[in-house]
């Protein structure tokens, strides 16, 4: 398949330090949970599954990476990548895309019809989200693809599907 447009998500030196210090405060959580193990010597399951669940969350935000490939074919691929060994794909025929948006407002979204969001962006990505609305398996359910590009990666879309944009 022949690419007519690649790009990889970015992170910018302050969100990365902001993401450290709340890697560092879940550490310190982490810490608080031992050392209470160590004077009570009783497990504190909600302690410990709390601050899992949250060390979680931020592996799921921050520690994936994300390659965005719009293919002459009206194919649009979302890779993602990373701890160092996980990668897995998504493909969306954009022959079955209702609409996109260079904006994803959660408030207009809500009222659709729209059952089934994938998330695909890193949260340190400074580009705004998009919002790619398909239908999806069999029954044509509407699905949405959340994701953050730049406004370059939104004009090539665009230019390929200009009856399906929406300006918001």
């Known amino acids: 398949m022949e690419e007519l447009y690649r790009e990889e998500s970015g992170t910018s030196t302050q969100r990365k330090i902001f ?3 709340a890697l560092l405060m879940i550490a310190s959580l982490y810490w608080h ?14 302690g410990w ?34 701890l160092g060994f996980i990668k897995r794909s998504y493909v969306v025929d954009l022959n079955r895309t209702e609409s996109f948006t260079d904006k ?3 408030s207009f979204f809500r009222k ?29 359910k509407l699905a949405g693809l959340l994701f953050k590009s730049s406004d370059e990666f939104v004009r090539v879309l665009r230019k390929e599907m200009p009856d399906k944009f929406i300006q918001l």
């Open 112 to 140: 659709t019809a729209i059952k089934h969001y994938i998330h695909r962006y890193n949260s340190l990505d400074e580009n705004p989200q998009r919002l790619l609305v398909f239908t999806e398996g069999k029954k044509n």
């Open 104 to 106: 994803y407002v959660k």
């Open 33 to 46: 949970e031992w050392t209470w193990l160590q004077e009570h010597r009783r497990f504190d399951m909600l």
């Open 49 to 82: 599954g709390m601050d899992t669940v949250l060390l979680a969350l931020w592996i799921w935000r921050v520690a994936f990476g994300y390659t965005l490939i719009l293919y002459k074919d009206m194919k649009l691929e979302v890779i993602s990548h990373g």
């Open 19 to 21: 993401a450290v210090i």
